[in-house]
Nanobody, 111 residues
Framework: QVQLVESGGGLVQPGGSLRLSCVCS????????FLWFRQAPGQEREWVAT???????DYADSVTGRFAISRDNAKNTVYLQMNSLKPEDTAVYYC?????WGQGTQVTVSS
């Protein structure tokens, strides 16, 4: 079965950067599409970014120009580089390879 494990979350000041990682096991990684979602307290889970098996990417308007999704097929890992972070980026971030989900990693942007 597919398992996803995220890491890299933490506390960062506004304007700072973090890189999230998602290690995938149990799938043919290079053939899969991966997504990042986030969920802030009291809000619905929202889509953040997608990378397909060919490396093409897509982003939510709220993160375009600040976040970058990438993948390393040799390491079975998907990344989310987050720059120019804002307090409204505070959320639990989840990696997904539908229908599988990771457990999430907390990102808090605060001074």
């Amino acid at each position: 079965q597919v398992q996803l494990v995220e890491s890299g979350g933490g506390l960062v000041q506004p304007g700072g950067s973090l890189r999230l990682s998602c290690v995938c096991s149990g799938s043919i990684f290079r053939a899969d599409n991966f997504l990042w979602f986030r969920q802030a307290p009291g809000q619905e889970r929202e889509w953040v970014a997608t990378i397909n098996s060919g490396g093409s990417t897509d982003y939510a308007d709220s993160v375009t120009g600040r976040f970058a999704i990438s993948r390393d097929n040799a390491k079975n890992t998907v990344y989310l580089q987050m720059n120019s972070l804002k307090p409204e980026d505070t959320a639990v971030y989840y990696c997904a390879r539908p229908p599988a989900w990771g457990q999430g990693t907390q990102v808090t942007v605060s001074s």
